[in-house]
């Protein structure tokens, strides 16, 4: 099965599939279609995964997120109705939602950070403001209400637009920005108390 | 912000710009292994997957002729199975005379009234409207 699936993964076979809309192509996996089920993975899978990895910051987690998020495309496929919702808005979504999970539930502290940056490279002081700063990012976005969490992550860490936002979280543009500036203030009053430790003020 | 006594300084747009950045830095390459994963469970789904079964009255009726042919079997039950929808049509537009004998040696009576054993009554209603 490895050296098929190899084979039929060529540039060429994927070059064959991008005139196919994302629609298309799921309609044709409900069917049993074995190409398109590798055309759709090859396409989704990255877009979900990178989404996940700037959220969460930590490819294990990510690729966790990556793998459910897609499992859920196939079981959601047969139903997919091709007029109600792109489908990498409705992984967006998902993606956001599972990540925001995974957030909640991480429970990894700066000691962590720590073992995984401990190397004899002359910038490991560097690596570890990095990680610093993420984990405090990630902190002070666990603090906010979820709505403004979920337009500043999709906003700055996914770098969405705002119209992509809006269809995401099914509200106006104008609701996104206000979303999103609240939340960046809030962000800013709880990342104050940290901004010398965070290397902040020397930058 | 206008909160005179918060103490600490907010980050500005800048700081926070820095943070966000952090969040960029991490190459977002998926090993050959994990996309290798993510394809197997994908055709594994699409195999799985129950094909997109259409409603009986969206299939063309030779689709649905078809279907009952198929379920029939191989091709000699399909030609018995025509023929004797052939030779049923036939005799019940002209049946041949010995049919008619062997009807009425079973049903004598001639008349639907007389089948259903209302005949008196139904004569004298019939006499009187």
Known sequence: MEGGLKNSCTDDFLETMKSHRDEELLARFSNGDRKAAIALNSRLAPIVFTQALRILNDRAEAEDVTQECLLRLWRAAPKWEANKAKITTWLYRVTLNLCIDHLRKSNRNISDVEQEVVDDTPDVECKLRNKERLQALRRALETLPDRQKRAVILRHIVGLPNPDISDIMGISIEAVESLVSRGKQALARTLAPQKKALGLEDD | ?129
């Open chain 2, 1 to 129: 912000m206008t909160n005179k006594d918060f103490k600490y300084t907010p980050l500005n747009e800048r700081e926070l710009s820095l943070l966000f950045d952090e969040t960029q830095k991490t190459m977002p390459e998926m090993s050959e292994q994990f996309l290798e994963r993510l394809q197997n469970q994908a055709i594994e789904a699409a195999l799985k997957k129950p094909q997109n079964i259409i409603a009986p009255e969206e299939r063309p009726l030779l689709d649905r002729l078809a279907n009952i042919l198929a379920q029939a079997g191989g091709w000699l039950p399909r030609v018995g199975l025509v023929s004797a929808l052939f030779f049923g049509i036939l005799l019940g537009f002209n049946p041949p005379k010995f049919a008619f004998d062997i009807t009425t040696a079973f049903y004598p009576m001639e008349r639907l009234s007389d089948l259903i054993g209302l005949r008196d009554e139904l004569e004298f209603y019939l006499a009187h409207i």
